[in-house]
């Protein structure tokens, strides 16, 4: 498939170098080679590119007044001064610099095995980054998956394909009449929040 | 030759004789129709009790507004009327008029200095008022409610509707005679009859108008034509009198139930009826309440229903069709499904005292599909009441369905279940998409 759109799409948040991070970085958590749609058919991105514009990347309803413990145990939960979009812009710098280092090209550039290891890296917190972004990859991951399944009208899950290929029927919130017929294939397709059908 | 000239000249004075006659004479005022004793007091809290029966406030309180200071707008045919300030405040008020200036413009639709009001003011139904009943609005008004200084916009209707004095013709034609004179065979009835045809004026939506004037076709049950069925704006009122109507086919307790607490087992109130619920019918008193129900009741009429389509004999296997989710299934019953299935269910029966039964629904199945179109497209909310105080809010779907697919849902529920409605077209729904939404929210 053609990610045209994505081509002509000009992000409200990410600068160009980050656009080009955000994409590589979600077609290769949701690839496109396989059975369903990958996250750049779903147009995960426009949906990550959208939050960090909106509320959510501006932590809006966060409580983000100190006292700050960015190193505290993980367990205690979000620590960080940085709102959301602040990590995502601090931390995809750093993983540039990071493989322009290490590998010799920013992240969008390097093949698909190398951008896995980074990755990896990354979840596994074996990269220097600072305990105000040790959320980063979590962020990503959480956004990524996000984006693929939230309903069309938050930018992502373009024409409900991550709906229509696991099946789920959407916004339509009423199947009494299937609730005690358990296994059974619901036949009709997904409803959007604003009124799609597929 | 000269004969004919003259006698055309002479029939154009008569004419303007008769013109400047009708606007400059001064309008006779309806006296009172009793002669109360001299220092006649309204027994305590009766004022309040006619005000909320009359319902003064639906009109006469902006939403949000002070009460009775005016300022709604009430959308006619012919244009937008305000309604006015009705406090005591001398200045913007009615705080200068004498008792026979405020019977004048209950019983005449006069204002105190003699212009006449648009009759969106019910004065035909207000005239039937008891000089009693005058009396305790008159101090109510007066007395105890605090003068509230606002100025209301001047009504400025189009010609020739802004010709107040054609209304002189129009009470002329139309008015029945004041006062209110027992006819039923019970104190009871009587009671039910007086409110439902004088304060509450029923008449002013549940009655057809006659094409001409618009005045209603009758004024008390013993016109044929009273309480059959009118239309307010793009709504129906519904019929209250034939055997099927709702009415008549609900018991006594779910007719007052529907009234006095704005739901009952199948139905609930929309539209301005819900603002009659709100103000007016929950606050009567049980007796009251009682004596509608029973009138209304007395006047039922051994006839189908006259503003609604029929039933079909063999109800359409809708419930089935619906449960099958089926790909197949065509725009109406999609769109059913993916917007109103939650809560109407697939039995269209929604649930008891929640959510409207849309099979056999008054609303739903009348001939003037425009308050179901306003209502898909707008929601609208069973207003919260002292016995039912959860205010029931349906969404609009107006953003989420195009003009097509409204018109493809509004067909679907006129001809499903046991309902055998006409179709309603994109044009219609086009004509109520972004109209003026009266509903309260």
Known sequence: ????????????????????????????LIPSEGEGPGALEARVPVFIDTQMAGDFGKASDWYMLGPH???????????????????????????????????GKAFAELGPDLQDEVLRDLQARKM??????????????????????????????????????IGFPGARG??????????APYPLGPVSISGDRG | MRALVRIIGGLIVLVIVILLGLMLMPMHRTAAVTNLPAGYEPPAGAGERVAIAADCAACHTAPGGKPFAGGRVVETPIGRIYASNITPDRKTGIGNYTLDDFRAALYDGLRRDGVHLYPAM?????????EEDVRALYGYFMNELAPVEASVPETRLAFPFNQRWGIRLWDWASLPPAGFRPYMRSAKLDRGAYLVEALAHCGSCHTPRNGLTFAEKGYESRSADFLTGGVIGA??????????????????????ALLASGRNETAGVSGEMALAVEHSLQHLPKSDMEAIVSYLKAIKQDRPIADASAPRSTPAPTAQQLASASPQLGLGARLYLDNCNACHFATGKGAKNVFPNLDGNAVVTAKQPGGLISLILNGDAIPSTSER????????????LNDDEVAALATFVRQSWSN????VTTADVAKLRGAVNTTPW
Request: proline share 9%; hydrophobic share 40%; aromatic share 16%.
């Open chain 1, 69 to 103: 413990e960015p190193g505290a145990n993980p367990l205690l939960g979000f620590q960080s001064p940085l709102t959301p979009a602040q990590i995502y812009r601090q931390s995809i710098a750093l993983v540039d610099e990071w493989c322009t280092e290490q590998k």
């Open chain 2, 389 to 400: 105080p959860e205010r029931l809010v349906m969404p609009g779907f107006g953003w989420r």
């Open chain 2, 235 to 256: 709504w129906p009122a519904p019929d209250l009198r034939a055997r099927d109507s709702a009415a008549q086919r609900w018991s006594d307790e779910q007719l007052a």
């Open chain 1, 128 to 165: 220097p980054l600072k305990a105000e972004l040790r959320d980063f990859f979590v962020l990503l991951l959480q956004n990524t998956k996000e984006g693929y399944f939230a309903d069309p009208i938050y930018g992502g899950n373009y024409r409900m394909a991550a709906w229509k290929y």
């Open chain 1, 1 to 28: 498939m053609s990610h045209a759109f994505l081509d002509g799409y000009k992000p409200l948040y990410f600068s160009t170098t980050e656009w080009a991070f955000i994409r590589a970085a979600c077609a290769r």
């Open chain 2, 122 to 130: 019910p004065y035909p139904s207000y005239r039937k008022m008891t």
């Open chain 1, 174 to 183: 009423a199947y009494l009449e299937w609730a005690n017929d358990k296994g």
């Open chain 2, 420 to 423: 055998a409605a006409p179709a």
